[in-house]
């Protein structure tokens, strides 16, 4: 049979646009004059001394404000797209366009246990728990710490958590420290395993996610770390956030431009550091609070799409989220939450989606919710999928083989391809009477049985001794 090519497109993914790129264009204008006319609050005296440097104006003691041509230069050294590589040293997750990878938040203060269905406060050993299961889940691509430990010294937590994540996956790491000291800590750790520095810049498997206060407001902590990632040349993942009606403009317009003078303000003081050094914008922000109840909602519609809409125009890396809930509890709520939000963070071509199994908005994190996740973006992957369309696929042949009365049920065609189909791991597609006949188990309750057969079978990927005592040394002594 002739082959069909004539006119031909082929579509890797599926992927939408929330505003187009004239609106995008008037944000990014916008956030141009926001910064030569506000100018941004800089609380670091090296930060505000290096923009001045650059060619910033610079009032008071740190009050910059930055010409757009040192924006327009930031842009011409920056990388549009970085890889983040495993430990084992294999990339794994080339950062660039709309590929979409998947990981965990972190720092939950508090656990929904799935042993005993209890709320409790998080420990060091739920942060293993949650390497371990993230290290087995096979759509799970980089790692976050997951929890908060309330049993470790609070000035070292995020040691602790480091060294914990590095013995028990060989997935990348995103990391969350408390000051640039614990970072560049964290980063030493992270040097051991690699073999040296230089290893480690050029096949890096660990990147920062640094809390900026807000747009306008850059606080030192933010700063030093932006600072010190940049001289390293390591990825910097550089998130301001506003509170729209608090700390920006309650119209979405106004909160995305103060956003956007944010990130840009970290863009060209990265640049100015070191050209090249690679960094990631959010994919997310903008929201408003509940104005009924004052509280700051994940689950939110409008602000949806735009951020990354943003991003993809920059052509820079972005951090997104998804999978995360409102809820406190795995219910009906977390699970269409997080569906929506993970759909919603495939189609926006978010390269690195976190937040996985978050609940309350970030304060509680559950293993089975993580898990309900890994089977949902499973789900999106195969939706959203290229769709092979050749002689092969359409097989006339067979068709015309079979005939109008023909089944297909054990021809070798169908052997060969059926593996391809989405089958799931966790939903239940079986009918009432074999789902009552094996326990009436719901997806929660299949979910918590398979969490625990992962963590009492999965083994991750050990690292030698002498690794993991320099590591520890380094943790420990501080």
């Given at each position: 049979m002739r082959g069909i090519s004539v006119n031909e497109q082929s579509f890797g993914s599926a992927h939408y646009a929330r505003i187009s790129r004239e609106q995008c264009q008037k944000i990014h204008w916008a956030s141009l004059e926001i910064l030569e006319r506000t100018g941004l609050r800089i609380h670091d005296e090296e930060a505000v001394s290096v923009l001045k440097k650059g060619g910033a104006l610079v009032s008071g003691e740190d009050r910059v404000r930055i010409p757009s041509g040192l924006v327009e230069r930031a842009f011409s050294t920056v990388p549009h797209r970085f890889t983040l590589y495993n430990r084992l040293g294999e990339p794994v997750m080339p950062i660039e366009g709309y590929r979409?990878?998947?990981?965990?938040?972190?720092?939950?203060?508090?656990?929904?246990?799935?042993?005993?269905?209890?709320y409790r406060s998080a420990v060091l050993n739920d942060v293993r728990e949650a390497t371990i299961l993230s290290d087995a889940l096979g759509n799970i691509d980089f790692v976050m710490s997951f929890f908060l430990p309330s049993d470790v010294d609070r000035h070292a937590y995020d040691l602790h958590q480091m060294e914990v994540m590095l013995n028990n996956t060989a997935k990348p790491i995103v990391i969350v420290t408390h000051d640039e000291v614990s970072m560049a800590k964290c980063?030493?750790?992270a040097e051991a395993v690699a073999g040296s520095q230089e290893a480690?810049?050029?096949?890096?498997?660990?990147?920062?996610?640094?809390?900026?206060?807000?747009?306008?407001?850059h606080n030192e902590e933010a700063l030093r770390k932006l600072i010190y990632l940049a001289r390293k040349g390591l990825p910097s993942l550089y998130i301001p956030i506003v509170s729209a009606g608090l700390t920006a403009p309650v119209t979405l317009a106004g909160a995305a431009a103060s956003t956007i003078a944010g990130?840009?303000?970290?863009?060209?003081?990265?640049?100015?550091?070191?050209?090249?050094?690679?960094?990631a914008m959010p994919g997310w922000g903008a929201r408003a609070i509940n104005m009924k109840t004052a509280s700051y909602a994940y689950f939110t519609a409008d602000d949806k799409g735009v951020m990354a809409a943003m991003a993809h125009y920059f052509g820079l890396p972005m951090f997104d989220?998804?999978?995360?809930?409102?809820?406190?509890?795995?219910?009906?709520?977390?699970?269409?939450?997080?569906?929506?939000?993970?759909?919603f963070a495939t189609l926006n071509g978010g390269n690195i989606i976190h937040d996985l199994g978050f609940l309350e908005a970030g304060l509680i994190g559950s293993l089975v919710?993580?898990?309900?996740?890994?089977?949902?973006?499973?789900?999106?992957?195969?939706?959203?999928?290229?769709?092979?369309?050749?002689?092969?696929?359409?097989?006339l042949d067979l068709i015309d083989q079979k005939g109008p009365d023909g089944q297909f049920l054990d021809d070798e065609h169908t052997f060969k391809h059926f593996r391809k189909l989405w089958t799931p791991?966790?939903?239940d597609q079986k009918n009432y009477d074999r789902?009552?006949?094996?326990?009436?188990?719901?997806?929660?309750?299949?979910?918590?049985?398979?969490?625990?057969?992962?963590?009492?079978?999965?083994?991750?990927?050990p690292l030698s001794q002498e690794v993991q005592s320099k590591i520890r040394d380094i943790a420990h002594n501080s």
């Amino acid at each position: 049979m002739r082959g069909i090519s004539v006119n031909e497109q082929s579509f890797g993914s599926a992927h939408y646009a929330r505003i187009s790129r004239e609106q995008c264009q008037k944000i990014h204008w916008a956030s141009l004059e926001i910064l030569e006319r506000t100018g941004l609050r800089i609380h670091d005296e090296e930060a505000v001394s290096v923009l001045k440097k650059g060619g910033a104006l610079v009032s008071g003691e740190d009050r910059v404000r930055i010409p757009s041509g040192l924006v327009e230069r930031a842009f011409s050294t920056v990388p549009h797209r970085f890889t983040l590589y495993n430990r084992l040293g294999e990339p794994v997750m080339p950062i660039e366009g709309y590929r979409c990878f998947y990981g965990t938040g972190s720092d939950c203060l508090n656990i929904i246990d799935h042993r005993t269905n209890t709320y409790r406060s998080a420990v060091l050993n739920d942060v293993r728990e949650a390497t371990i299961l993230s290290d087995a889940l096979g759509n799970i691509d980089f790692v976050m710490s997951f929890f908060l430990p309330s049993d470790v010294d609070r000035h070292a937590y995020d040691l602790h958590q480091m060294e914990v994540m590095l013995n028990n996956t060989a997935k990348p790491i995103v990391i969350v420290t408390h000051d640039e000291v614990s970072m560049a800590k964290c980063i030493q750790m992270a040097e051991a395993v690699a073999g040296s520095q230089e290893a480690l810049r050029q096949n890096p498997f660990v990147t920062c996610y640094i809390n900026v206060t807000t747009g306008l407001r850059h606080n030192e902590e933010a700063l030093r770390k932006l600072i010190y990632l940049a001289r390293k040349g390591l990825p910097s993942l550089y998130i301001p956030i506003v509170s729209a009606g608090l700390t920006a403009p309650v119209t979405l317009a106004g909160a995305a431009a103060s956003t956007i003078a944010g990130v840009l303000g970290g863009l060209v003081l990265s640049q100015l550091v070191r050209e090249g050094a690679p960094f990631a914008m959010p994919g997310w922000g903008a929201r408003a609070i509940n104005m009924k109840t004052a509280s700051y909602a994940y689950f939110t519609a409008d602000d949806k799409g735009v951020m990354a809409a943003m991003a993809h125009y920059f052509g820079l890396p972005m951090f997104d989220y998804g999978g995360f809930s409102d809820s406190k509890a795995v219910d009906q709520q977390a699970g269409a939450e997080a569906a929506v939000s993970l759909l919603f963070a495939t189609l926006n071509g978010g390269n690195i989606i976190h937040d996985l199994g978050f609940l309350e908005a970030g304060l509680i994190g559950s293993l089975v919710q993580l898990t309900i996740c890994d089977e949902l973006i499973d789900w999106i992957r195969h939706a959203l999928g290229p769709v092979d369309i050749s002689d092969e696929t359409l097989a006339l042949d067979l068709i015309d083989q079979k005939g109008p009365d023909g089944q297909f049920l054990d021809d070798e065609h169908t052997f060969k391809h059926f593996r391809k189909l989405w089958t799931p791991t966790l939903i239940d597609q079986k009918n009432y009477d074999r789902w009552a006949a094996e326990g009436k188990k719901t997806l929660g309750t299949r979910t918590s049985e398979y969490v625990e057969h992962l963590l009492n079978t999965h083994k991750p990927e050990p690292l030698s001794q002498e690794v993991q005592s320099k590591i520890r040394d380094i943790a420990h002594n501080s």
